[in-house]
Each structure stands twice: as C-alpha cells, then as structure tokens.
C-alpha cells in the first residue's frame, strides 16, 4: 500500500483508529463477564492462565489440540475456561459434562457462534450447519434429516455399494494411491450410476477423478471455510467491527481469496443443483439422489423449498465427504497395524459371505466384528476431535461456575473417546471392547457414537446413518476380497505404521486425518481378484 498519497494517509489513519476501537470493545466485553460473574458471587471456570487483552490466544496456537486440552482436562477438572481477545471458549472434558449440558440443557447449548468473516465476509448464513439455533436452521435440518437420517439413508445403499465396488478395482489397480481413492469413494455418494458416493447421492452426478472441477471447488470451498471458522484465528471474529480492515492489518482476511472464494461457493451451491436438474430433465439420472427425490416429492413447488433443497445438496459435500476420508484412512492403518484383528473379520466373512460374491447390507446381522472394526475405527481416530462449536445462548451456572452468555463451548470428544474409565488401553485398536462376555455384540453402553464422535445435543451430526453404513460397506467389501499389510523398504523389511493423528490436509480444522503412512494392499486370492474385476465390468 502506497501511503504517499493523502488517500492512503486516511486510510492508515482510519485502519489504526479502527483498531483502538477494536481494544476498547475487547476491553468492555473482558469487564463486562467478569462483572456478570461477580454479581452472581461465582466465578469463571478454571483455566491456563490468561495474558492481557490476548487472553489465552498463544496457547490456542496448538499443533495436536486434542492432547492439550485433555491435559487441561486432567489438571482443571471437566470444565475449562480459557479466553481469546475476549471471547470466552469452554471446554467440556468428560461425558457427564457433555451430557449434562449439551443434551439436558440443549435449548441454550445448541447455538453456533456468529463467526462474521463467515457469515457476513463470505455470505455463508444458507449453510444450516452454521447457522443460529432456530426455525430456519430446524426447517433445513429436518429436509436433510428426511433423506440422509435413519429412517431413508437406506436408498442411497445402491450408491454406496456401487461406489465401493468401484474403490476395489481402484484399490486393485493402483494400491499406492490408495488415499486418492478413497477421497474419490466419498465425494460422489448421490445419484448416478457410475461415480462414487458423496456427488452422487446429493446431486447424482458422476465424478472419476480426484482432479474433476466439481471436487476441485467443493475442496477448496473446504479449505477456506475451514480455515475461516478456526476459533481465535481471525481477529474480525473477536472484533466484528474490523471487517472492512485491509488485508495488511495483522489478523485480516486475505480479501483476494474472498472474491476466488465467492465465484467457487457460487458454482458449488447453484451450478451443481443446476447440472443435476438438467440431469433430471433429461432423464439421464438413473440412481436416486438427494436432489431428484426431494425435488419429486416437493420441488417444482415453492420457490423457498427448492432453495432450501439446493442448500442441503451442497452442505452433504462439505460436512460429509473429508470426515468420511479421514476415518476410512484410519481403518486401512488399523489393519496394517493389527493383522490379528484383519484375519478374525475375514474368517467371519469367509463363513457368512464366501468368495464367490461381494457383501452387501443385508449381511450385516451376521457381521458383528465388522460392526465393532467400523466402531472402534471411529473411536480410534477420532475425525472431529473437538467437536463443532456450540454456542451458549443465556448466562447459565454449572458445577458451581459461571457460564457466560455468548461463550464457544466444545466437547473434548478425543478425550472423552480415549478415556480410559470408558475405554481401557484406550491408544490401542480393540474391536473386542464391544462384545459382552458372552461373546455377543453389546456396545450399546459404551457407544462411541454416544460419546461425542458425532458431535452432541441437537446438532448430532445430520448424516450419522448415511456415514455409519457409507463406512460399514467400505470396510466389508475391502476385508473380503483384499489384504492390506505393512509395506516393504528396498531390503525387503516390513515398515511399522502407528497412528499420528493430523489436521486434514484440506482443512486442518476441525477434522483429523491420520498422517500419511504406506502399506501393502493385494487381493487375497485369485477367486476375489476375479471377483472384483467381474463386479466392475457391469
Ligand atoms: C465419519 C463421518 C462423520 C463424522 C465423524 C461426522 C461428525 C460430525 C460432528 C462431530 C458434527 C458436529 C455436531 C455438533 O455440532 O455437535 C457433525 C455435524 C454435521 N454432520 Fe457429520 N460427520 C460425518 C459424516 C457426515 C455425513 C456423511 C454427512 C452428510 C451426509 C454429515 C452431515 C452433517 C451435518 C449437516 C452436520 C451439521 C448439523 C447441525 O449443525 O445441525 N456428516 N458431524
């Protein structure tokens, strides 16, 4: 910036009086909790120690998140306070609390933060994932609910096995790239008949590369809503008055990716619900997808229900495609690292199911140890270690603590999910935690999906059942006709795998991936090499 000129002169002079207001409303927000406090006679929960006006911001600036805060869990107890120029984030570290809170005091823990470089900067207020708790957000929720929830998920199962179909010949062609696929299985879930599973089971579009446009923008749309909602990262969320700042003040938004990132957001939300309709009119979708089904069931109606069908589409990808890759990576390092647990799931495949054709849901009753693999795959490596953000709506008193109105409140679900009282030798991958003495399949207690891997309350992931039988059908169809095992160095030696959980590399908040690691992935036999060759050639 050229500050020569008389212009440039008030634009400085604007950004930096900008700024000392920017000071003065943290310094109101800061005494304005503590003064709500004391007039209760309590006081903030525990906490890392705070700076001036930063608050708790360089210990916010934390590479594995996850192990901190469970350490602040062990050191302050199972809630912890911490602040943010300003902003009061909590943090709940066991079940009782979470559940005490999110669920029993849900009216008021349902909330999201208003984020305004998200809502306002990049106009993202249509994502009802984002969105305030109330009747906007509940109407979209329950029109996603409708297709992808318990009681319908089950139409997109011709998807989903098509889509797992086609991850085998990929994985039995080029095994190397076998994160590149799995990427791919979980972008196209919706409608057609050729792609994989994300895509098609919104829109029914076809994708068969990773470098196709339609997943080139839904990831990079990913990448910058993510790094946008990362909690203390932009200071126009601490201080929502800095949101005409320049891009030079320390803390702004690069306004260049805004105007990149508005043209992706546009071509995701309306020309794939564009080319899925023209799809349709055409007749050349043959699976059912989110979009086809709603639109026949409501659509050429109202103007504002084909919005909100449009919008829902376009939320599957975002909230559904790079959890679903992070947790299926995670299996295929789980079998690597524990051929015990690989062999005891296909000889129970080799007797329920044979070699002489694929699995499919209906054999699911007679796969218990799968079952317990998918759950224990989601505990292991847990995808959303922290949650999504809620947002406390009233102020509110708990375990004897003041709970400010407007505080970021998380779950510690990593925590939780690796507590050793629930889950013993929690580092450990243990399918067997989820059978009873007997030797029966009882999780029922002990649920991981009950502790925080779906997220909490009334914002329970919307997609749960569509992701637990994306998973399940990934992981069955992978254990009966391959191997996966440790790869070879140039001498021939195994090479170890552990898990190193990571930020995805698309997003690095808030899912996690496991870091990348190789491994062997060969059919186990002649018989399921032709089996997956035959599958493929319909
Ligand atoms: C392994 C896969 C997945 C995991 C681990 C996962 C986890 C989560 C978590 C932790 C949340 C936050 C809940 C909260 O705020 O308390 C969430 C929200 C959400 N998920 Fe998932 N998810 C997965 C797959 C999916 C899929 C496949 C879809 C869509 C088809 C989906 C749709 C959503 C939506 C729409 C929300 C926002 C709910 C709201 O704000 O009301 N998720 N998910």
Redesign the pocket.
């Known amino acids: 910036m050229d500050f020569s000129t008389p212009r440039a002169d008030a634009q400085h002079i604007a950004v930096f009086l900008v700024a000392g207001l920017g000071v003065l409303f943290l310094m109101v927000r800061l005494s304005s909790v503590s003064l709500r406090a004391k007039q209760h006679g309590l006081s903030l929960p525990p906490g890392p120690k705070a700076l001036p006006f930063i608050g708790n911001l360089l210990n916010m600036r934390m590479k594995q998140p996850w192990e901190t805060i469970t350490k602040w869990g062990k050191q302050y107890g199972d809630v912890v306070h911490v602040e943010v120029l300003g902003q009061s984030i909590i943090f709940l570290n066991s079940a009782k609390a979470t559940s005490d809170l999110?669920e029993k005091r849900s009216t008021i823990y349902s909330d999201?933060p208003r984020l305004p470089l998200l809502n306002d900067i990049l106009g993202l207020n249509w994502i009802?994932?984002l969105m305030p708790y109330g009747n906007i957000?509940r109407k979209h929720?329950r029109l996603?609910v409708s297709m992808?929830g318990p009681s319908d998920a089950h139409i997109f199962n011709p998807v989903q096995e098509h889509a797992s179909t086609r991850l085998l010949e990929r994985l039995l062609k080029k095994p190397e790239d076998f994160r590149d696929h799995i990427r791919l299985l979980f972008t196209i879930a919706s409608s057609s008949h050729s792609g994989q599973s994300?895509l098609m089971s919104a829109y029914g579009l076809d994708v068969d590369s990773c470098d196709n446009h339609y997943i080139t923008v839904a990831e990079e749309v990913m990448s910058i809503v993510a790094d946008a909602a990362r909690p203390g990262r932009w200071l126009v969320d601490s201080i929502p008055m800095l949101k005409k700042i320049p891009a030079y003040f320390p803390g702004a938004f690069e306004h260049q990716k805004v105007k990149h990132f508005l043209k992706n957001i546009r071509d995701l939300r309306e020309t794939s619900y564009a080319d899925s309709k023209e799809m349709l009119a055409n007749g050349k979708s043959p699976m059912q997808s989110f979009v086809s089904e709603l639109l026949e069931k409501h659509g050429h109606a109202k103007e504002e229900m084909e919005g909100a069908i449009r919008d829902c589409a376009a939320?599957?990808y975002g909230?559904?495609s790079d959890?679903?890759v992070g947790?299926l990576a995670a299996f295929v390092l789980a079998m690597a690292q524990y051929p015990g647990v690989q062999k005891k799931a296909q000889d129970q495949l080799d007797t329920f199911v044979g070699s002489s054709r694929l699995p499919s849901f209906s054999d699911r009753k007679n796969l218990p140890y799968i079952t317990a693999i998918m759950k224990e795959t989601?505990r292991w490596h847990t995808?959303?270690p922290q949650?999504?953000p809620?947002c406390l709506r009233e102020d509110d008193i708990y375990n004897g603590y003041f709970m400010p109105a407007g505080s970021i409140v998380i779950?510690n679900?990593w925590g939780i999910l690796h507590d050793p009282d629930i889950y013993p030798d929690p580092m450990e991958f243990k399918p067997e935690r989820f059978f009873n003495s007997e030797g029966e399949l009882d999780y029922a207690a002990i649920d991981p999906s009950k502790y925080g891997?779906?997220?909490?309350?009334r914002?329970?992931?919307?997609?749960?059942t569509?992701?637990e039988n994306?998973?399940f059908l990934a992981i069955t169809y992978i254990l009966s006709t391959l191997d996966i095992g440790l790869a070879k160095d140039v001498y021939g030696r195994p090479v170890p795998v552990a898990l190193r959980p990571t930020f995805s590399i698309l997003s690095r908040l808030p899912y996690s991936h496991p870091s990348s690691f190789k491994c062997s992935i060969t059919p186990r036999s002649e018989q399921t090499k032709a089996l997956i060759i035959q599958a493929n050639s319909f």
Request: aromatic share 26%; hydrophobic share 50%; proline share 0%.
């Open positions: 999110f999201r009802f994932a957000w929720r996603f992808f994300i939320i599957a909230a559904g959890t679903s947790a989601l995808v959303v949650g999504l809620h779950g679900s891997v779906f997220g909490y309350g914002r329970y992931c919307a997609g749960y569509y992701a994306n998973l």
